[in-house]
């Protein structure tokens, strides 16, 4: 492999994105037919190793990037990305689990709706039809605790649990069965 065809490889790992040929140019300091040349060659030896790795063209530039027969690896190694919403979405559902989505919903608001889809899929927790109620059961996975490195929630939780359905049935205003008693 030429000099130029290794800094390229070396500025697409560095930068983890695609970029386009004026911007590795422009990086690697050398032309725009350089650059062509030495991303041919990369996407040539790429193709004739056998490696985990390929320098592919996208929309957005040149990539280098694990091929798509590794995705499913990647998401049992590499760490789950959430927002702060998500996180703490996650989190009451771990201080509660198993907890109802309605009783979610009614602590974090109708945002947690997206956040249960976006935490199933990434595998931190598990929804499933409660038998007794309209309403889907939720609880956190293995998964979560193992990227959380926890074993076991602390019970004292269960308290705060019952002191927070305890505000929640003091905030409602009572119900016209209650009225007419």
């Given at each position: 492999?030429?000099?130029?065809?290794?800094?390229?490889?070396a500025i697409l790992y560095l930068k983890g994105k695609p970029l386009l040929i004026g911007?590795?140019?422009?990086?690697?300091?050398?032309?725009?037919?350089?650059?062509?040349?030495?991303?041919?060659?990369?996407?040539?030896?790429?193709?004739?190793?056998?490696?985990?790795?390929?320098?592919?063209?996208?929309?957005?530039?040149?990539s280098l990037q694990l091929r798509s027969h590794f995705h499913e690896l990647v998401q049992t190694l590499i760490p789950v990305e959430l927002g702060?919403?998500?996180?703490?979405?996650?989190?009451?559902?771990?201080?509660?689990?198993?907890?109802?989505?309605?009783?979610?919903?009614?602590?974090?608001?109708?945002?947690?709706?997206?956040?249960?889809?976006?935490?199933?899929?990434?595998?931190?927790?598990?929804?499933?039809?409660?038998?007794?109620?309209?309403?889907?059961?939720?609880?956190?996975?293995?998964?979560?605790?193992?990227?959380?490195?926890?074993?076991?929630?602390?019970?004292?939780?269960?308290?705060?649990?019952?002191?927070?359905?305890?505000?929640?049935?003091?905030?409602?205003?009572?119900?016209?069965?209650?009225?007419?008693?």
């Open positions: 492999m030429t000099l130029e065809a290794s800094k390229i490889e911007e590795i140019a422009a990086v690697a300091k050398c032309d725009r037919a350089t650059a062509e040349e030495g991303i041919i060659e990369l996407i040539d030896e790429y193709a004739r190793r056998d490696s985990a790795l390929e320098v592919i063209e996208t929309p957005q530039g040149y702060v919403g998500a996180l703490r979405t996650l989190a009451a559902i771990a201080l509660n689990s198993p907890m109802l989505q309605s009783d979610l919903i009614n602590l974090r608001g109708s945002g947690a709706y997206q956040h249960v889809v976006e935490l199933v899929e990434q595998g931190c927790v598990r929804k499933r039809r409660s038998g007794d109620s309209r309403s889907f059961s939720l609880q956190v996975t293995p998964k979560f605790h193992q990227y959380f490195q926890i074993d076991q929630l602390p019970q004292p939780f269960s308290n705060i649990k019952k002191e927070r359905q305890l505000e929640l049935e003091l905030e409602s205003p009572p119900s016209a069965t209650a009225e007419s008693a």
